[in-house]
Nanobody
């Protein structure tokens, strides 16, 4: 069971920056992929960015060029640097860890951290 704890959310004006961090309870080197999802009120949870244990990254189109995901295997953390924030980035952001073996996929989630961008 992987436990994930997010930090770094808050209130920021449009155009500002925030850095989210996710601390895992065990070595993230053994986790196939980690990512950040977000869920705005009345909307489905969506993938924002992900990174594999090989370092490959993937971003949702609306955040490309503004957000950067990174992982620190030594500290067992995954970070999301968010620049040029927009009001539409307002959501609860969740850290995700995904393990897969053959056809079995297991997802682990953090409790979420609120990001609010004011116009």
């Amino acid at each position: 069971q992987v436990q994930l704890v997010e930090s770094g959310g808050g209130l920021v004006q449009a155009g500002g920056s925030l850095r989210l961090s996710c601390a895992a309870s065990e070595s993230i080197f053994s986790i196939n992929a980690m990512g950040w999802y977000r869920q705005a009120p009345g909307k489905q949870r969506e993938l924002v960015a992900s990174i594999t244990n090989g370092g490959s990254t993937n971003y949702e189109d609306s955040v490309k060029g503004r957000f950067t995901i990174s992982r620190d295997n030594a500290k067992n953390t995954v970070n999301l640097q968010m620049n040029s924030l927009k009001p539409e980035d307002t959501a609860v952001y969740y850290c995700n860890a995904r393990r897969w073996t053959g056809t079995t996929i297991r997802d682990y989630w953090g409790q979420g951290t609120q990001v609010t961008v004011s116009s």
